[in-house]
């Protein structure tokens, strides 16, 4: 089935990050091991192998009093709005997939090559979270050990960072994700399944947002802004984005 993108998504977060956006025009994509659910890195057979999915949570929900009391430090930071598909899409290739491959993909060459991991390019780029009940999927489809202390599996990452409790569903979320394998410099793959961030090569990593993105992006201040805070908005955008719209929140809430 063919899944229908909302035409704009939001982001809500703090003046400070708002700056950082701006000045190094780029989003950032986290471990799943530093979001809000700290279960999310779990599935059926691991306590951890999720926090290889990096995301950048956006929403389809505009003036959300949930997100803007959660994600702007008592509703006095910024909600970005910008079209669902804000980064240049290129061709790769991957000489480690299906044989060696060139591919469309949203990943840029500078996050993989450099890391020494591989990029799982068969999960959409932009996807919707589903809310369940029991989020927990299995990965592994088999797992052997080698007579030197090694192993060898399969395992299948599609289902990593799709799924939320049914709890987290007034979230109504979008997330750009990407699956990042670690390898070493023979092309092993090398992972560490540990509720904990060892085994990462990043915590993070940021992509370059396109030239048309920007220029379409929207800035909408807090409903309990205070005047002081709404000139540092201004003052941030005059300096790295000039022409970018700023609008004030509609909800009244003292």
Known sequence: MKIKYPKYLYH?????????????????????????????????????????????????????IPFWS???????????????????????????????????????EYIFRPNNVYAIVTIPFLRRVNYIKN?????????????????????CMDKI???????????????YSMVLIPHDIFGGIKIDVSNSSKGLVKPYYDIKISDEALKSMEIITGPKMNIGE??????????????????ESKLKIR
């Not at 955008?237 to 609008?247: A, E, H, Q, R, T």
């Open 161 to 175: 960072g799709l799924y939320k409790t049914l709890s987290w569903n007034f979230q109504s979320e979008w997330r």
């Open 135 to 155: 989020p927990n999927v299995k990965i592994f489809n088999w797992v052997e050990r080698n007579f030197d202390g090694t192993f060898n599996s399969e395992f």
């Open 230 to 247: 709404k000139i540092l908005v201004e003052s941030i955008c005059k300096i790295y984005m000039p022409n970018l719209k700023i609008s």
């Open 12 to 64: 809500y977060t703090s003046i400070d990050n708002l700056a950082l956006i701006l000045k190094n025009r780029t989003i950032r994509f986290n471990s799943l091991v530093n979001v809000d659910d700290p279960t999310e890195i779990k599935t059926l057979d691991t306590d951890g192998i999720g926090k290889y999915c990096y995301c950048s949570c956006w929403t389809d929900k505009k003036e959300s």
């Open 70 to 108: 959660m994600y702007t430090k008592d509703m006095h930071g910024v909600m970005i709005k910008m079209v669902s598909f804000p980064f240049d899409k290129h061709k790769e290739f991957l000489p480690y997939f299906d044989g060696g491959k060139e591919v469309d993909t949203y990943i840029p």
